[in-house]
Each structure stands twice: as C-alpha cells, then as structure tokens.
C-alpha cells in the first residue's frame, strides 16, 4: 500500500484515522507493517502490501449471505443454505439471526493476524500466477471488455461512473476486482480509487489487476467489511457496486456507510440484479420476514427504498434485459 491512502482509510471501530508502523518497504510500497488508530488505538496489520481493517469474526472467504445470518461458520452455497434454512422453518431461522447478532455486538476485537496460508495465496495471486492459469487470462484480463458496445448495460454502468465527479471511487464488495479494474483502466481522471473486499486472497487479483492496467500508483484494494467500512468520513466522491447486494447480509448497514463515507453531492451508482438471488426471498416470498431479519437483498424497490430512508435521493433507475432474460438495473444515489 502507498502512505497517500491514509487519507481515506479511517479504523473500522471509531472512524477515526490512523498512522502508520511500517516494517518493510518496497519500491514505495508498504509491504508489512501495522495501522494504529489515533483515537482509539485499535491496531490492523498490512500484510502482503494490503491494509486489512477487519474484527475478528469477519475475516471469511465468501459463503452464502443466507447461512451467514444465521450465525452458520461452516462454507455453504446458495443451494445448500437455502435447504438449511427451508429445514429450519423461518421462525427458527429469525431467532438464529438475532443470535447471531446479540453475538456480534459483543465482538469488538480487530483481527491482527492473518493465517499463513491466506497470505500464501494473497501473495500468490498479487503475482499474477493465478490470474495466467488455465484461460483465466482470456476471460478475466481483457481490457475494455466488449469494446464498442454502447448498448451493454455493463459499459454503461462505468461509462456512468465516470461522468461522476471523481477525485476519489470506492468500490464496494469488489469480488475479484473485475468491474473497479476497468473503472481503474476507462477512467483516467479519477486520483485514487479504493477497493474493499472481505475475501482476502482476492485483494491479490484486485491488486494484480490495477498492476496489469498500469494503475498501481492510485489503486488500492483494502480488506474490509462493507458493513463497518474502513473509510474516514466524507472522503469520498462516487461509490460503485457491481452485482455484489445479493451477496451481503446486513444491506441496511452497508448503505448507511456508503452515506457516511461519501461527500454531500456524492453519488453512489449500482448495477443489480432487479430480484433476489431466489424467489422465496422477495418481500412478498415464503421467507421474507427472514430476509427483513438478516437484512438481505429482496429486491431492487425496497433498495430503493431503504437507501432514501437513509438520506438518499434517486436520480435514476433505469432497467436492463441480459441476454438469459433476467433484469437489471442501473440506479443512481445522490447523497
Ligand atoms: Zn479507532
């Protein structure tokens, strides 16, 4: 990581900012160290060249948002945490997730270490190895994706975030940094991009990624949790979140930060799937007062909806049909 980011990197307990400890040093680079808070002297490691401002009990590789709110450690797909939780009842799922809540709260601990192994592979694929294997390379590094094509909601989707004012983008949920990677690569203004990721061998994609475009020097990906994200207040320009709402438990929490964290004016521009993941899900589904409990995507008008309750206004919400026939929507939030 560069020292610059500091700017906009605040503790993930108090938001306050935090000074840096560095142990080694490349090129520029922060390659090991430790962040300490100014305020309240909680301490998060850099390890790999990546800031990881995470508690304890969030560092994870992706599992299903469903089991996750169910207080549930163990790895599961949607498939399968959608039979656990059809075997549960939802009476007994609601009472899991405010469990697994009242246990949340007590955990206040950041996470100072990080396995070894995760960093292997963090470190592993920041080389680039990984993303070379197989036809990896093909799929996943080719830049501008589906060049040209001015109908394809995805290249409207970027196009549209970097009409924003952009001296600072934060990217939210950034996956395995596809869509931050090509912000990174069409918008050449923009002076420092943040992406945060909880997934942490995906920081090295991300970061590789930034590497292969040439935008090392203003990028950033971060280990952290989109629902306590480890941003200052009011630092940053325009938020971006490519298809990753389905994939979070705690929504709610997750856009009032997106608020905290953006300047008055900002935008905070999504491209979602207009359902939920399954149908049981929706609003009106066979379990959608458990979706309301664990706080997950049921579907883009109560996103909407939620995101004016927390200060938002729409400016736009347009609809995409992709090419399986499933819907999409571009929204626009001005905060
Ligand atoms: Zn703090």
Same mark, same amino acid.
């Given at each position: 990581?560069r020292?610059?980011v500091?700017?906009?990197l605040?503790c993930?307990?108090?938001?306050?900012?935090?000074?840096? =400890?560095?142990? !080694?040093?490349?090129?520029?680079d922060?390659r090991?160290?430790?962040?300490?808070?100014? &305020?309240?002297?909680? =301490?998060?490691?850099?390890?790999?060249?990546r800031?990881?401002?995470?508690?304890?009990? $969030?560092?994870?590789?992706?599992?299903s948002?469903?089991?996750? *709110?169910?207080?549930?450690?163990?790895?599961?797909t949607?498939?399968?945490?959608?039979k656990?939780?059809?075997?549960?009842?939802e009476?007994r799922a609601?009472?899991?997730?405010?469990e !697994?809540?009242?246990v &949340?709260t007590?955990?206040?601990?950041?996470?100072?270490?990080?396995?070894?192994?995760?960093? /292997?592979?963090m470190?592993?694929?920041?080389?680039?190895?990984?993303?070379?294997?197989?036809?990896?390379?093909?799929?996943?590094l080719? #830049?501008?994706?589906?060049?040209?094509?001015?109908?394809?909601? #995805? &290249?409207?989707?970027?196009?549209?975030?970097?009409?924003?004012?952009?001296?600072?983008?934060?990217?939210?949920?950034?996956?395995?940094?596809? $869509?931050?990677?090509?912000?990174? #690569?069409?918008?050449?203004?923009?002076?420092?991009?943040?992406?945060?990721?909880?997934?942490?061998?995906?920081? /090295? &994609?991300?970061?590789?990624?930034?590497?292969?475009?040439?935008?090392?020097?203003?990028?950033?990906?971060? /280990?952290?949790d989109?629902?306590?994200?480890?941003?200052?207040?009011?630092?940053?320009?325009t *938020?971006?979140?490519l298809?990753?709402?389905?994939?979070?438990?705690?929504?709610?929490?997750?856009?009032?930060?997106?608020?905290r964290?953006?300047?008055?004016?900002?935008?905070?521009?999504?491209l979602?799937?207009? =359902?939920?993941?399954?149908t049981?899900?929706?609003?009106?589904?066979?379990?959608?007062?458990? *979706? $309301?409990?664990?706080?997950?995507?049921? /579907?883009?008008?109560?996103?909407e909806?939620?995101s004016?309750?927390?200060? #938002?206004?729409?400016?736009?919400?347009?609809?995409?049909?992709?090419?399986?026939?499933?819907m999409?929507?571009?929204?626009?939030?001005?905060k």
């Open positions: 990581m020292k610059a500091l700017r906009y605040g993930p307990g108090c938001r306050s900012e935090l000074a840096v =400890e560095e142990k !080694r040093k490349w090129k520029g922060i090991s160290g430790t962040l300490v808070c100014r &305020n309240c002297g909680l =301490e998060y490691p850099v390890t790999a060249g800031p990881v401002l995470l508690w304890e009990n $969030a560092q994870r590789e992706w599992t948002p469903i089991s996750e *709110a169910m207080g549930i450690e163990e790895y599961r949607i498939d399968q945490s959608m656990e939780l059809f075997s549960f009842g009476k609601i009472e899991l997730v405010r !697994r809540d009242h &949340n007590e955990v206040f601990e950041s996470l100072k270490s990080i396995p070894r192994s995760v960093v /292997g592979k470190k592993y694929r920041e080389s680039g190895k990984w993303m070379k294997t197989g036809n990896r390379r093909e799929r996943l080719s #830049f501008p994706w589906k060049d040209g094509d001015k109908t394809d909601s #995805f &290249n409207i989707f970027m196009q549209r975030i970097a009409s924003t004012k952009t001296d600072s983008i934060l990217d939210i949920a950034s996956g395995g940094g596809f $869509a931050v990677s090509h912000q990174a #690569f069409v918008n050449t203004k923009v002076k420092q991009i943040l992406a945060v990721e909880r997934d942490l061998k995906s920081l /090295g &994609n991300i970061q590789y990624r930034f590497k292969y475009i040439g935008s090392e020097s203003r990028s950033e990906a971060v /280990g952290g989109v629902r306590k994200l480890p941003v200052r207040t009011e630092v940053i320009d *938020a971006m979140m298809a990753a709402l389905p994939e979070i438990s705690g929504v709610t929490l997750m856009i009032r930060e997106v608020f964290v953006l300047k008055e004016g900002g935008a905070f521009v999504l979602i799937s207009e =359902e939920p993941m399954v049981e899900l929706r609003v009106d589904g066979e379990f959608g007062r458990f *979706a $309301a409990e664990a706080d997950l995507y049921t /579907g883009y008008k109560k996103f909806s939620d004016e309750l927390q200060g #938002f206004s729409v400016e736009s919400s347009l609809r995409f049909e992709d090419k399986r026939g499933r999409r929507r571009l929204i626009s939030l001005k």
